[in-house]
């Protein structure tokens, strides 16, 4: 496998001053990059019976839709509020400074739907532990969270203990 690592761009004092953001573009914009990125995590997840890959906006969507092709799921999206048309079940969590929410179509997951969770980074685990709360609202079985990057130093993953966590470059 390609040493996927090297296709991250460190962007200094993005988006704010002090932060050294991972810019995954330089990742996607090469073909093999890409694919490996995408044909990793589907040889993880092939045979475990997945029925719904769940991309958490907007980068989970990047990864999420070739992933379920590949594993031949279906692909649901998780949002921001108010960008879904039909009736939709949310979840907030906490940021550094206030809240956010994420929100999922009710009828995107069945009951017992093997789930999949997909999205590029794993910071503080918020997002992730919000999207895999409307999935067990909806009564949807977590396989398991898989992200292309992990930055260890935050220690999200804490808040992801219960889950089977997938990371496959990890800063």
Do not use: C, Q, W
Request: proline fraction near 4%; glycine fraction near 8%; avoid cysteine.
């Amino acid at each position: 496998m390609t040493d996927l690592a090297k296709y991250i761009r460190d962007v200094p004092d993005f988006p704010k001053e002090g932060i050294i953001f991972k810019d995954i573009t330089t990742l996607l914009k090469d073909p093999k990059a890409f694919k490996d990125a995408v044909d990793t995590i589907a040889e993880l997840y092939k045979d475990k019976g997945i029925t719904k890959v769940v991309g958490i906006e907007s980068r989970g969507f990047i990864f999420g839709a070739p992933l379920a092709y590949l594993i031949g799921a279906g692909f649901v999206i998780v949002r921001k509020p108010g960008k879904l048309p039909a009736e939709t079940l949310s979840e907030s969590y906490e940021l550094e400074y206030g809240t956010d929410s994420i929100e999922i179509h009710k009828d995107a997951i069945e009951p017992g739907e093997k789930v999949l969770i997909i999205d590029d980074l794993l910071a503080t685990g918020g997002t992730a532990k919000a999207t895999a709360a409307v999935v067990k609202k909806l009564k949807g079985d977590i396989i398991g969270i898989a992200f292309l990057i992990e930055l260890e130093f935050l220690k999200g993953i804490k808040k992801l203990e219960e889950y089977n966590i997938t990371s496959i470059i990890k800063f």
